[in-house]
């Protein structure tokens, strides 16, 4: 049974199975949405805040929220400010990603591409400048206008299955479906993976990518953790999504990008289908590690708050010594982590950013002022702290050269 209040919506039944039996196992506070920047002539208004909880469904290993927040606020009320093209690191990655899709599923010139959460197009244009009939679909309206600026074919919708009969009367079906870190989006999974299978033939692939929950909590990465990302995903969770829906998974590849991501090909069920031997495998693994063992969680929980002490008494004693410290990074996963220790813009001076979209706005809740790296080179002696930690190299090599004195906080 689903209560909504302004903007949120409590659940607490399973997304897959739809029992009520589960457990809390994720407590991070309250929390605004983690891709929220704010203008400077909207500082006088309060961004909305959530409860940022994480339950688990035993049975299915479904790992969810238990308040979801409104689709279209997520992502329209303040402008999205995430962009697949943010870093070299990000273009590497996509690239790489395009030329691994074409070559496994050795894609005639004819094939037909959607790419669900199609951002600002930069990967749906690498598929696009090949010939191939590519289609985006995303929900943020800045994105979509960033995509149609490059030429795309981009549709401004939250996809869904109702939306995916929409696309069907006028592309049939595609032979390739994409969604990178957006499956994990979706308020209703189920309604998303039927959606994709409306547009899929017996040939079709559909393919997604977004953070592997194991790795989240074996680096103990809970600032991946946000309202965006109502699910989290286990193989385990993965194989019941879609198994509900009659399809099943061909290949698993797993990388390091966010930290650590799986890559998952599924396909339609047919008579006599093997799904990916890795699969059995996977799930045992994640069940050894604990994760969808409640009581885990709790030795989980205490770790993290230790840290956030640890940190904390680090960060009073460079403030109480006059010092400036400087946050790297204005990213989802960042806003999480600031608000979660509850650093705020009398403890934190700027967060830097070399983003266009971010630049000259602030933190959600934090009110943190964004700038970019040059801010550095004010200050005979800066501390700094990592918000993106899955580019922190690139950062701190490029941030050294402007300020040679800068310390990072460990």
């Not at 592997?212 to 909590?217: F, L, P, S, V």
Request: with cysteine; glycine share 4%; hydrophobic share 35%.
């Amino acid at each position: 049974m689903a209560r909504k209040k302004i903007g949120l919506i409590l659940i607490n039944k399973c997304l897959i199975s739809k029992s009520t039996n589960l457990h809390k196992i994720i407590d991070l506070g309250i929390h605004p949405f983690a891709d929220t920047f704010i203008k400077k002539n909207q500082l006088h208004l309060m961004e909305p805040v959530y409860p940022l909880q994480c339950y688990l469904c035993k049975k299915t290993g479904s790992i969810q929220l238990k308040y979801f927040t409104d689709s279209n606020m997520r992502y329209n009320l303040y402008d999205y400010s995430y962009t697949s093209s943010n870093s070299n690191y990000s273009r590497s990655h996509w690239d790489d990603y395009f030329y691994n899709v074409k070559n496994k599923l050795n894609l005639n010139k004819k094939a037909k591409i959607l790419e669900i959460g199609s951002n600002d197009g930069y990967l749906l244009k690498k598929f696009n400048i090949n010939d191939y009939l590519a289609v985006g679909v995303d929900s943020s309206k800045l994105m979509t206008k960033i995509s149609r600026k490059k030429g795309l074919k981009s549709y401004n919708e939250i996809f869904d299955l109702k939306f995916s009969k929409i696309l069907k009367n006028k592309y049939a079906f595609f032979d390739v479906i994409i969604a990178n870190n957006v499956l994990n989006h979706s308020n209703d999974p189920l309604n998303f993976v039927k959606g994709v299978k409306n547009l899929m033939n017996n040939n079709s692939t559909f393919i997604f990518e977004l953070p592997y929950w194991y790795d989240t909590i074996k680096t103990e990465r809970y600032d991946q953790i946000y309202h965006e990302h109502v699910t989290y995903f286990t193989i385990k969770f993965a194989k019941n999504l879609f198994s509900k829906c009659g399809m099943y998974i061909s290949d698993i590849q797993k990388n390091s990008y966010h930290g650590g991501s799986i890559r998952l090909y599924c396909k339609k069920k047919y008579k006599n289908y093997r799904e990916f031997k890795l699969v059995k495998k996977m799930i045992l693994k994640e069940e050894k590690k604990g994760l969808f063992n409640p009581d885990f969680y709790k030795f989980f929980m205490r770790k993290i708050e230790n840290k956030r002490n640890n940190l904390l008494t680090k960060i009073l004693k460079i403030k109480n010594s006059r010092g400036v410290i400087i946050g790297f990074g204005a990213a989802a996963k960042g806003n999480t982590f600031l608000n979660y220790h509850k650093l705020d813009n009398s403890l934190i001076t700027y967060v830097t950013d070399p983003s266009i979209y971010k630049k000259g706005k602030y933190t959600p809740l934090s009110r943190i002022p964004i700038v970019g790296d040059n801010i550095l080179s004010k200050y005979k002696k800066v501390h700094g702290l990592m918000l993106s930690w899955n580019i922190s190299n690139d950062i701190i090599k490029k941030l050294k050269k402007i300020n040679k004195n800068l310390v990072i906080i460990k």
